[in-house]
């Protein structure tokens, strides 16, 4: 697996302080992006938090998922959460070593007071004794909230006196790619009441197989009930174990809300959101507690098709932080069709410069440090498809090709749905449910050179 090593430079560590005006949670800020360009340690708000408690709860969660891995638990990571300022919220996320869940906690407008929330995106320091700290947290007095240094801090303290470095694997950055085009299928699915989303959720196991296959459950009434296979209605559970993590916040949970895609054939993934005052937390599993977001596939039809680059670039020049994209808008800015602005986003995200928001149905603006040709130069099926397409392994007929590998002949053809299907071994397995396979992208480039050369 290929890994570069991140570091994270703070000024100091983050700690929860005593001062004279109460208690402080100081949440301290590594290099990031902001809109008037990169900062070593940029400062998005300081204000209050009008549920200390829950969102110290929230917040170790969203570190709980950092450091936890449930494919190959013996192994550990350690990433420091991500956060972005929206103007309107502040959004932490975070995912697994295994990268097999996704955290995040969005704290709204009613759950901040007396700041102004700035734009922007970076890290922020999450260590053992901050941990221990906020585990403490109780009660209803009243805790301010700094994300990041003020002025006077950043002139007095002589450069950065915490590093961090770690290793990030790329699969990391592709499971913030394939996240968002998964997300962007769910709907609403069910929603449970406190009382009944306790009840369910702590009746889930807390380890057991992490080899058996996905479980379902289904709404009935008020309530959830499991289920042997993929009923009309039912939502995929795959991994129950890995909801373990929501126990933190339970005692202040207002709902339970599940969403996933509304036709469920086979394993998928699935986000469950725990409704805080005024905040909300979600975890996003992936289809199989056995394999990570990063394999998924979804974002390789937007990064081989034909102009998505340039569409990309031009969309990039759109964004401006909001808290809510609309593609439309988009695409009357941008003078391209709205599959174009989408296809374009897709191809954002793959820089970790987009993600979807399921409860606002609604893409949103972050940056990481990654440039959108980064997770395409890394992927193996599209690196092997434009490998096929320039040996002039793909010979294209009416309704079907042929690509030619080696000694292995395989067809690709054309259903009535206008989608593509072909006669290998990955797309047996899967059928098309990763993302089509290189024999099938191999024939999307080659069809898109036709196209060009008719021009």
């Known amino acids: 697996m290929t890994q570069a090593v991140h570091t994270y430079a703070y000024l100091r560590p983050s700690a929860v302080r005593q001062n004279t005006d109460g208690r402080s949670l100081a949440l301290e800020t590594s290099g990031g992006a902001t809109p008037l360009g990169q900062a070593a340690n940029p400062r998005f708000f300081s204000g209050f938090l009008t549920s200390p408690a829950a969102a110290a709860a929230a917040l170790l969660t ?41 955290a995040r906690l969005d704290v709204l407008a009613d759950g901040l007071d007396g700041g102004d929330v700035h734009h922007g995106t970076t890290n922020v320091d ?49 499971g913030f790619a394939e996240t968002q085009v998964i997300a962007a299928t769910f709907e609403l699915r069910a929603e ?69 895609p509304a036709q469920v054939n086979g394993p998928a993934a699935s986000a469950w959101e725990i409704v805080l005052p005024g905040m909300r937390l ?7 507690a056995t394999r990570g977001f990063s394999g998924e596939g979804g974002v390789l039809d937007a990064l081989a098709a034909e102009g998505s680059a340039d569409d990309a670039d031009l969309v990039a020049a759109l964004l401006a932080w909001d808290p ?18 989408r296809a374009a986003l897709t191809r954002l995200g793959t820089a970790g ?26 992927n193996p099926r599209l690196t092997a498809a434009r490998a096929l397409h320039a040996a002039g392994a793909v ?23 206008g989608a593509l299907g072909c006669t290998c071994l990955w797309w047996a397995k899967y059928r098309g449910g990763r993302g089509p396979c290189k024999h099938v992208l191999a024939v999307g480039l080659a069809r898109a050179a036709r196209t060009e050369d008719a021009r």
């Open 282 to 288: 979600t975890l996003t599993l992936s289809p199989d």
């Open 192 to 260: 449970l009441p406190a009382a009944e989303a306790v009840r369910f959720l702590r009746a889930l196991p807390r380890g057991g197989d992490r080899s058996a296959p996905p479980g379902w459950v289904v709404p009935a009434g008020r309530t959830l009930r499991p289920t042997a296979r993929p009923v009309h209605g039912a939502v995929c559970l795959p991994g129950p174990e890995r909801l373990a993590a929501l126990q933190r916040v339970l005692r202040h949970a207002l709902a339970l809300r599940i969403y996933g």
């Open 353 to 378: 410069r987009i993600g979807y928001d399921p409860a606002d149905a609604a893409y949103f603006h972050r940056a990481l440090p990654y440039t959108t040709g980064h997770a395409e130069a890394h």
């Open 126 to 174: 999450i260590n053992n004794p901050l941990r221990e700290s906020l585990s403490r947290l109780g009660g209803t007095d009243p805790l301010h909230l700094a994300v990041g240094p003020d002025a006077l801090e950043v002139t007095t303290l002589d450069g950065p006196l915490v590093e961090k470095k770690v290793p990030l694997p790329e699969r990391w950055l592709r």
């Open 62 to 102: 969203v570190a709980d998922i950092a450091a936890a891995r449930y494919h190959q638990p013996r192994l550990r990571a350690s990433l420091d959460p991500v956060v972005t300022a929206d103007g309107d919220r502040l959004r932490f996320e975070s995912f697994s070593g295994c990268c097999g869940v996704h």
């Open 395 to 417: 010979r294209l007929e009416d309704q079907r090709a042929v690509v030619t590998v080696g000694d292995h002949v395989q067809h690709v053809r054309t259903g009535a749905d």
């Open 324 to 341: 809510r994209i609309d593609p439309a808008e988009l695409a009357e800015q941008a003078a391209i069709p709205v599959s174009r602005v």
